[in-house]
């Protein structure tokens, strides 16, 4: 939740900056918006997932060395410990939709920066994608008390909700393939989406000045884009 919302709101901020100082009007005299666009959220995206695989490396070397540092730091008793098991599959899918709802929710906060002009705006422009991503947050907890509930089942295959809640459910239970499977293909169809209306979005939004669209205007503009 705080890698896709830290990260995802750097890519908002950093389209916004390109608009505000004129930037991105130069740069798209000899790059396509489109490809402005990916190169902005892959980039940013591999600094969260470089960051990913540092904890993940740190983890590991704290459970394979960790009894052997405790012991030279004077704690013996660290080697009594035991260290829950986490299976190469849960590694993966931590991977795989931290990657998925990173691409989705920075490309509808791309969208949110090339519409706007100011950083007052910006704030309130963005609540309803940040809404999307608090609503997994505050169903973590009956959720973790029944994982197996229709609430869990239902959030954990709502591509706006599955990036957080499914790693949550499968530290819990055993979700079936079909249920993960399901969960990962419905998420990765609303990214092309979502990124498909995105590029749109600020293809015409990083060059437009002047009062922010209303959703209308937003429809219109993905329609002839």
Not at 51 to 67: D, E, K, L, R
Not at 86 to 106: A, D, M, N, R, W
Not at 201 to 223: A, D, F, H, S
């Amino acid at each position: 939740y705080m890698m896709i919302m830290l990260y995802g709101q750097n890519v908002m901020r950093g389209v916004l900056e390109e608009k505000m100082t004129r930037v991105a009007e130069v740069i798209m005299a000899s790059v396509k918006p489109d490809i402005l666009l990916a190169g902005k959220i892959l980039g940013v995206g591999a600094v969260g997932l470089t960051q990913q695989v540092v904890w993940f490396g740190s983890a590991a070397a704290f459970i394979t060395y960790g009894a052997v540092m405790a012991k030279a730091m004077g704690v013996p008793e660290m080697q009594n410990f035991t260290f829950p098991t986490v299976s190469p599959l849960l590694y993966l899918s931590l991977i795989l939709f931290f990657v998925l709802g990173y691409v989705l929710y920075s490309s509808m906060f791309a969208a949110v920066g090339a519409m706007v002009g100011s950083q007052e705006e910006v704030q309130q422009a963005a609540q309803p994608v940040v809404l999307l991503l608090i609503a997994s947050v505050i169903f973590i907890q009956p959720i973790m008390m029944n994982p197996s509930s229709t609430l869990a089942v239902a959030m954990s295959v709502i591509p706006f909700t599955a990036p957080v809640i499914m790693p949550l459910r499968m530290t819990a239970i055993q979700v079936p393939p079909l249920e993960l499977a399901g969960s990962l293909v419905g998420l990765a169809l609303t990214c092309w989406a979502a990124i498909w209306a995105s590029a749109r979005i600020y293809r015409i939004g990083l060059l437009m000045t002047g009062k922010r669209p209303n959703l209308k205007e937003l429809v219109r503009w993905i329609k002839y884009a």
